[in-house]
């Protein structure tokens, strides 16, 4: 999302390889951006290292007795838009398949006009809630205990290889994930791997889902995690300092 003239990004561009081409290996957070990488440090090798969790923070706590739906984070409007959730929510209410008692969609971070107007918009401010800024270890709690857990993708093609950090801490809770917005990509990747949630693209496919999850509940009093605990590690900090140690020593041994 480069906001300056080709002018700036020339002088940059040659600034970026002058600084890098001293270096004897590279790294970035996924395979498309290490693509990216490459194509410039044609020299160097680039490998590919995601975020990942630190599982000192893996934990569990009693589930909400409410359908919860939780995101924890910044927000951008017109960037990470909820409004597709809003919509679906407002939809299945209207068509009895959530009860509006039953359910809260809560919001931590730093509290947000616009999106007191969206939930107007939707007539949701029974349902939806702003909690504003919390301690990390609250969060952590409030992750941990939701029913779904939201995370809003960033809306441009370009950001198919970026990770957002709040993914693997998402893993760290193990609490199903629901992605929407954005193209398909690395995330879309990491939750069908794992099992530990799904990407959406619309909101037939967002409504389908909670529709489900919803019958679940109702069923069990709880939506049922289902990702696979050896995929999930493969994104902890160890196994991330394995790959930085492999990088290490193939960039030592090739001297």
């Given at each position: 999302?480069?906001?300056?003239?080709?002018?700036?990004?020339?002088?940059?561009?040659?600034?970026?390889?002058?600084t890098l081409n001293k270096a004897d290996a590279l790294v970035t957070v996924s395979e498309p951006l290490a693509?990216?990488?490459?194509?410039?440090?044609?020299?160097?090798?680039?490998?590919?290292?995601?975020?990942?969790?630190?599982?000192?923070?893996?934990?569990s706590a009693p589930l909400t007795k409410e359908f919860t739906i939780t995101y924890t984070g910044q927000l951008y409007r017109g960037k990470r838009d909820p409004e597709p959730l809003f919509q679906a929510t407002r939809e299945l209410i209207a068509e009895g398949v959530i009860d509006p008692t039953a359910i809260e969609v809560r919001f931590f971070g730093p509290r947000e006009?616009?999106?007191?107007?969206?939930?107007?918009?939707?007539?949701?401010?029974?349902?939806?809630?702003?909690?504003?800024?919390?301690?990390?270890?609250?969060?952590?709690?409030?992750?941990?205990?939701?029913?779904?857990l939201l995370l809003l993708n960033w809306n441009d093609p370009r950001e198919r290889g970026v990770y957002s950090g709040k993914v693997f801490e998402y893993l760290a809770a193990r609490r199903p994930?629901?992605?929407?917005?954005?193209?398909?990509?690395?995330?879309?990747?990491?939750?069908?791997?794992?099992?530990?949630?799904?990407?959406?693209?619309?909101?037939?496919?967002?409504?389908?889902?909670?529709?489900?999850?919803?019958?679940?509940?109702?069923?069990?009093?709880?939506?049922?995690?289902?990702?696979?605990?050896?995929?999930?590690?493969?994104?902890?900090?160890?196994?991330?300092?394995?790959?930085?140690a492999e990088v290490l020593r193939l960039t030592l041994s090739s001297k």
């Open positions: 999302h480069y906001p300056y003239g080709m002018i700036r990004k020339w002088f940059e561009r040659r600034l970026e390889l002058k693509k990216d990488l490459g194509s410039l440090h044609h020299e160097t090798p680039v490998s590919a290292i995601p975020n990942g969790f630190d599982p000192d923070e893996m934990g006009y616009w999106l007191d107007q969206e939930i107007k918009k939707y007539h949701l401010e029974e349902i939806i809630k702003q909690y504003g800024m919390v301690p990390r270890e609250v969060v952590l709690t409030k992750q941990r205990e939701s029913q779904i994930i629901l992605a929407i917005g954005g193209p398909t990509g690395v995330v879309s990747e990491l939750l069908e791997e794992t099992g530990a949630g799904v990407h959406v693209k619309d909101v037939a496919e967002l409504k389908e889902f909670l529709r489900k999850c919803c019958k679940e509940y109702q069923a069990t009093g709880q939506v049922c995690y289902c990702g696979k605990k050896e995929r999930v590690a493969r994104y902890s900090h160890h196994e991330m300092a394995r790959k930085f």
